[in-house]
């Protein structure tokens, strides 16, 4: 009986076949017809991926300072009371007189019996300029 494993014929050299999806070089091809793989490295290690990502923060950033302006905004629009020094988008100085769910009355100067009426959008903000941003009032120091 014969040896059943084949061996080559006098001469020939052996080489073993490449591994599927390798190249000469030893580096990994996609097989053919799949999808490419991504690779991380390249992304991770461009200069335009990490500008993406420090203007994707900075906008985030911006949206976020403006939603808490916003409720500030609004705080103290519900917190506006008769009495309360104002300033007006106008730049328009006086006292809150009267006010309704829209409108606010304002007295521009103490010694004069004129007003002027403005919608509450026109308010810039509520001059307190005797009081700190708590709300506590100062205390003198010795």
């Not at 302006?69 to 007189?97: A, F, P, Y």
Request: glycine share 10%.
């Amino acid at each position: 009986m014969a040896d059943p494993v084949s061996t080559p014929a006098e001469g020939a050299a052996i080489t073993a076949a490449p591994a599927p999806g390798a190249t000469q070089a030893g580096t990994a091809q996609p097989p053919a017809g799949g999808p490419p793989q991504f690779k991380w490295d390249e992304l991770l290690g461009s200069p335009l991926f990490w500008i993406l990502i420090v203007v994707w923060l900075l906008v985030l950033r911006s949206f976020r300072t403006q939603k808490k302006k916003e409720e500030e905004r609004k705080q103290d629009l519900s917190g506006l009371k008769k009495g309360d020094r104002v300033i007006t988008i106008g730049r328009m100085h006086g006292t809150v007189v009267r006010l309704t769910e829209e409108t606010m009355t304002l007295k521009p100067d103490p010694d004069h019996a004129g007003t002027m009426t403005f919608d509450r959008a026109a308010l810039w903000k509520i001059d307190r300029a005797g009081e700190p941003k708590d709300g506590k009032k100062d205390e003198p120091t010795l």
